[in-house]
């Protein structure tokens, strides 16, 4: 605008190229001629008040953190809307889901999806109990019978969906399987 008026384009004419009202052109123009170029940078501005405040937003990325069920959900995966009602009963501040993911991402917090990893949980007992089994077995004890029993939890891998993790830190579900032995030595009677 400033150049066009220099090289004495008329107002209207200087509007009609930027399809701006005519009252913008000469604004600009004017506070050219008052405070020069550096006054052609925007003003800061201080825009819109965020929603959440800062004490809020730490809190949330705390309860993030946290497995839900700690927080008394019956949930095992964090979304956004999961967090806005969260947020709204817990803090008092209601937002939508659009304004939580950047809420989150601005907090470091990524949307994927988890990893399997196994878990082995291990019986305390079970060297004891494959030694009793082993003894049992090598006794050449004449009519004794070995019965044997091994029981088995098996914990299927749960369905994994995308959840909000920490940026570079991969959620990874526990799962495991678990076997336990337990032998018996009956005496066999002989008649």
């Given at each position: 605008?400033?150049?066009?008026?220099?090289?004495?384009?008329?107002?209207?004419?200087?509007?009609?190229?930027?399809?701006?009202?005519?009252?913008?052109?000469?604004?600009?123009?004017?506070?050219?001629?008052?405070?020069?170029?550096?006054?052609?940078?925007?003003?800061?501005?201080?825009?819109?008040?965020?929603?959440?405040?800062?004490?809020?937003?730490?809190?949330?990325?705390?309860?993030?953190?946290?497995?839900?069920?700690?927080?008394?959900?019956?949930?095992?995966?964090?979304?956004?809307?999961?967090?806005?009602?969260?947020?709204?009963?817990?803090?008092?501040?209601?937002?939508?889901?659009?304004?939580?993911?950047?809420?989150?991402?601005?907090?470091?917090?990524?949307?994927?999806?988890?990893?399997?990893?196994?878990?082995?949980?291990?019986?305390?007992?079970?060297?004891?109990?494959?030694?009793?089994?082993?003894?049992?077995?090598?006794?050449?004890?004449?009519?004794?019978?070995?019965?044997?029993?091994?029981?088995?939890?098996?914990?299927?891998?749960?369905?994994?969906?995308?959840?909000?993790?920490?940026?570079?830190?991969?959620l990874r579900p526990l799962t495991?399987?678990?076997?336990?032995?337990?032998?018996?030595?009956?005496?066999?009677?002989?008649?």
């Open positions: 605008m400033v150049l066009l008026s220099h090289r004495h384009y008329c107002i209207a004419e200087i509007a009609r190229v930027f399809d701006a009202c005519e009252n913008t052109v000469r604004q600009w123009i004017e506070r050219y001629e008052r405070n020069g170029v550096d006054c052609l940078d925007d003003r800061p501005r201080n825009g819109r008040p965020p929603k959440i405040s800062a004490a809020v937003q730490a809190a949330i990325h705390e309860d993030v953190v946290k497995p839900s069920s700690e927080l008394g959900h019956a949930f095992a995966i964090w979304t956004a809307a999961r967090l806005c009602v969260h947020v709204a009963v817990r803090y008092g501040a209601k937002v939508c889901t659009s304004t939580m993911y950047g809420i989150l991402r601005g907090l470091g917090f990524r949307h994927n999806r988890p990893r399997h990893a196994a878990k082995r949980a291990c019986d305390l007992q079970a060297k004891a109990k494959i030694n009793a089994i082993t003894e049992v077995l090598s006794s050449f004890v004449a009519g004794n019978h070995v019965i044997y029993e091994d029981e088995g939890d098996i914990h299927l891998l749960p369905t994994l969906r995308s959840a909000w993790m920490p940026q570079g830190k991969q495991w399987v678990t076997c336990r032995a337990t032998a018996a030595l009956a005496q066999g009677h002989r008649g």
